[in-house]
């Protein structure tokens, strides 16, 4: 038998549940070896993982993969912001308090 094959094969690339980016793809399939001797098992299927999604014909009937949110107070910058603050608001009212006994002893 001889034939030859072409599929496209689309890549689309989803970020916070939105499509970020897509590409196509040809596969080209040509015509196999024969072999004398057949295969005595079968080949062994290997699952994709679990956080991609392929998809040959453009809809797979599954949602893309939920994307996890790191909140800003789970970063070492929001640590550093609230020490800044704290030293900040204290040199404030250390100030505001020699202020006060500043003007009482006048």
Same mark, same amino acid.
């Given at each position: ?17 939105? @499509?970020? =980016? &897509?590409? *196509?793809? &040809?596969? +080209? $399939?040509? =015509?196999?070896? +024969?072999? !004398? *001797? ?6 062994? &299927? ?7 999604? @392929?998809?040959?014909?453009? *809809?797979?009937?599954? !949602?893309?993969? $939920?994307?996890? &949110?790191?909140?800003?107070? =789970?970063? +070492? ?30």
């Amino acid at each position: 038998m001889n034939w030859n094959l072409i599929l496209p094969i689309s890549i689309k690339v989803y970020y916070g549940g939105i @499509l970020a =980016d &897509e590409a *196509t793809q &040809e596969l +080209s $399939v040509e =015509d196999c070896i +024969s072999i !004398t *001797t057949p295969v005595t098992s079968p080949p062994a &299927e290997i699952a994709p993982p679990s956080d991609i999604i @392929l998809s040959v014909s453009g *809809t797979t009937g599954k !949602t893309p993969p $939920v994307v996890s &949110e790191i909140l800003f107070r =789970d970063t +070492s910058g929001y640590v550093t912001l609230l020490a800044i603050t704290v030293i900040i608001l204290l040199g404030l009212i250390i100030f505001l308090a020699g202020a006060i006994i500043i003007a009482l002893k006048k």
